[in-house]
């Protein structure tokens, strides 16, 4: 029986059973009710929505001294990553003045929410503040702020159930979810292809496109799409181009997102062109972090300099391109790719992506051996 979970595009599997749970917020309760029962205090259980709502409902139960639930609500999450910052969503539903304040929380990983919320309690004029939290990921927490109460350390994944979701769903399961990795099997993927003038990239580029059906990404091609269909972001390229500057690459990136978001079905995506610099690299991480995504690999076919030279030539004359026989072009073409490529392979590489394919060889040949690294 395949005990996976579907919510949204992802799926989940078993992680922490309910039982596991259940001693680890009893284990809690022992230690606040230690610290509390016999203090003469009426503290405020302070419940972080909504996640903790499940926690500190079990919590509640088990406490043996007087106390008055509150609420507030932040975030610091998007999808499956923490934003790292917060704002107030909903007020305190108390005065806290004075008051000894127990923060209930799903779950510490950076613990930037939390540290700003104890800055905000503390604005507040609370009298003293503990933090009690259902999960820790101990990996990625490196505030100086002590965590009073933590239910149980996890790893640094992202897990879900027992009042954690994702994207609002899977906070009603009793058990706690982590990712399913096999999924990933199947995930979008997103692979950018280099090679110099006359490698043949354009060649193995629709072959690519041909037996794994990803969308090929020109950014040429875009460029000209939006003008000709008149959106915003092409109307910006044209008055740009007219005005003859650069396109900036925010707009690049813009209408990259949009041919990412236009086209959902498709098993993953080829950039062809792009990215040129390092900057653009940078910001094109950045945008499909937004899809809780990231660059699969950059395929680069490697040919010779000498045989370039060739290759352009021989082009040349098949297209009847005069200009791309002289040395004085061809050089200074190779210059440019080496100059504004190198950097951006360098920066891929310190991520472990690069994948370097000898372009020398059949057509076939060559696109047996991407398809192998792919």
Avoid: W
């Amino acid at each position: 029986m395949d005990k996976r979970v579907k919510l949204h595009d992802k799926y989940f599997v078993p992680y922490i059973p309910h039982k596991d749970l259940i001693k680890a917020v009893d284990e809690v309760a022992a230690k606040v009710n230690a610290d509390y029962k016999d203090s003469g205090k009426v503290p405020v259980v302070l419940c972080v929505l909504s996640g903790s709502i499940v926690f500190c409902g079990y919590l509640l139960t088990r406490l043996e001294f007087p106390c008055e639930l509150a609420a507030i609500k932040v975030t610091s999450y998007e999808g499956t990553r923490s934003t790292g910052n917060i704002k107030e969503v909903l007020g305190l539903t108390t005065d806290v003045d004075g008051r000894d304040v127990i923060i209930v929380e799903d779950i510490v990983d950076t613990g930037s929410t939390i540290v700003k919320l104890c800055e905000h309690l503390a604005f507040r004029g609370a009298a003293s503040i503990k933090i009690c939290t259902m999960f820790l990921k101990p990996e990625v927490y490196h505030k100086d702020r002590k965590l009073d109460y933590v239910g149980m350390e996890v790893a640094n994944k992202f897990i879900v159930g027992f009042g954690l979701d994702y994207d609002q769903l899977g906070r009603n399961f009793s058990d706690i979810y982590i990712l399913d990795k096999n999924q990933f099997e199947d995930t979008m993927k997103y692979y950018i292809l280099f090679g110099p003038p006359g490698a043949g990239k354009g060649t193995q580029a629709k072959l690519l496109v041909e037996k794994f059906g990803f969308h090929h990404v020109s950014t040429g091609d875009l460029l000209r799409k939006e003008m000709a269909a008149g959106t915003p972001l092409g109307l910006k390229a044209k008055s740009l181009i007219e005005q003859g500057s650069l396109v900036p690459d925010l707009v690049v990136i813009g209408m990259i997102k949009s041919e990412i978001e236009n086209n959902p079905s498709v098993p993953g995506f080829l950039f062809d062109g792009f990215p040129r610099t390092t900057e653009q690299a940078a910001a094109l991480d950045e945008m499909l972090k937004g899809f809780d995504q990231s660059v699969t690999a950059v395929l680069s076919i490697s040919i010779s300099d000498e045989m370039v030279k060739e290759r352009i030539r021989h082009r040349a004359l098949l297209e009847n391109r005069p200009d791309d026989t002289k040395d004085e072009v061809i050089a200074n073409r190779i210059k440019t790719y080496h100059d504004k490529t190198e950097p951006v392979i360098d920066f891929y590489k310190a991520q472990g992506k690069y994948r370097e394919i000898d372009g020398v060889g059949t057509i076939e040949e060559i696109f047996k051996k991407v398809c192998d690294i792919m």
